[in-house]
């Protein structure tokens, strides 16, 4: 894992703390670093909610889109063997078929699962994953689906809405042997911006290293919990805005250009569901507090560097992804920033000085690992570059727009880092792709569970976490 430390080390952490003020009124006062930035969010918005349409031309889309590249990428890996569609496959005839998959799962739970009073189907509604050795893999095209089979089939690692490639024969009981399977891997990626970096002794002339610029990540701050220690919170806040650390510490606070909170930023808006119109006013203050102190937070942040917010899945926004951006309403005071302060949705996707960021809020890696063998959250995040979507298990069970006409979460380009909050730990990776292409992968921790910011290097690429826990601090 790529994890970049600090530039130095300070001698003493009481060494700014015994400083004369007349030395350190000669300092020289810090500027934050800027960058330019652009967003890449028109893709996500819903310009009119229409739930009246089904799901199936979502898919339709879906396969319509990808399969060129899906295609592409069997006929380089497999230049010899023709692709042809389901229905036309002949018996033990070598061939290749392309289409969406689906996994039968027995443990699948289903909506009329709450109405089954057999107390062994019960017991399968409380599992975190639904993986059984009995999965099946079917492969669906416009025309037919086979059954897939065969040792080489991930039939674990694999879930419901990959658009894939196989390559096999058709058995007399009409299932198909799958010999080799392949994606659309990833896609073009934007130019970026050359590494700015010293040359090594001897290589030629030294050019003078640019100072860091960094963009901050963090996700599930949940604010509005009683039992938090709002401790780390308000470390994270100082920190950001220069109010926290010695000069080695607010030097390196000051090459943020900005932040993104990946979602998570209440711990529940099921109490807001109390502040109605007939609400008395005592009930209506104690549910609304954990918003207000949400919004003060973020108008400290929002003061001090350029802040993108996203909702979550506990966040006051629509439950299906696409997530529109949270209402103005909920945010008065961080809101009076005004450009400082960006509404975004989730998924997230902008550049910062060319680098193409693309996040989400952690609900696609979430469902992934329940319905798939896969615990290393990095790992989800460099298979879902691979097949070339974001959210590939959206929306069978995870809950998405009916679109009809375009699926957004197909990945038409490949970002330079792509990131998902709320997940229980920090860890990254960085992912190549067959064309040279290099993607930073962060599994942003929930702030709550993990209080970590995640700190990514513009120039490099690298990532720098600093953790504020405050139970581990010396007194």
Known sequence: MEVEGPASKPSSKYDDLLTPASTLARTEPLTRATASYTLHDDRFQLQQRVYDRQFAQLYFYRLLKLRPAVSASAKRRWPSCTEVRVIDAVEDVDCVLVGTLYKEMKLKPSILDEYVKDKTTQQHLGRTRFTSPDDKLVLEDEGARIVLTGPVVPTASLVTGVVASVRGRILPSGEFCVSEICYAELGAQPVAPPPLSLHSPGSGPQVPRAPARYIALTSGLGIGDAGADPLPLQLMVDYLTGALGGREEQTL?????????????????????RAGTYADARTREGALAGLRDADAALSQLAAALPLDVMPGEADP??????????????????????????????????????????????????????YAELDDRTEVLEWMLRWRHMAPTSPDTLAAYPFHDRDPFVLDTCPHVFFAGNQPEFGTRMVTGEAGQRVRVVSVPAFSV????????????????????AESMDT
């Open 253 to 273: 606070a000051s090459g943020v250009v900005r932040m993104v909170i990946a979602g998570g930023l209440l711990a529940s808006s099921a109490a807001l569901a």
């Open 317 to 370: 926004a629509n439950a299906s992804l696409p997530q529109q951006a949270l209402h103005r309403a909920l945010l008065p005071w961080a809101a009076a920033a005004g450009e400082g302060l960006v509404r975004a949705s989730n998924p997230h996707e902008f550049d910062v000085e060319g680098v193409r960021f693309l996040g989400l809020s952690g609900q696609n890696v979430d469902d992934v690992v329940r």
């Open 450 to 469: 993990s209080p970590c910011l995640v700190l990514v290097n513009l120039n490099t690429l690298a990532c720098h976490p600093i953790y504020f826990n």
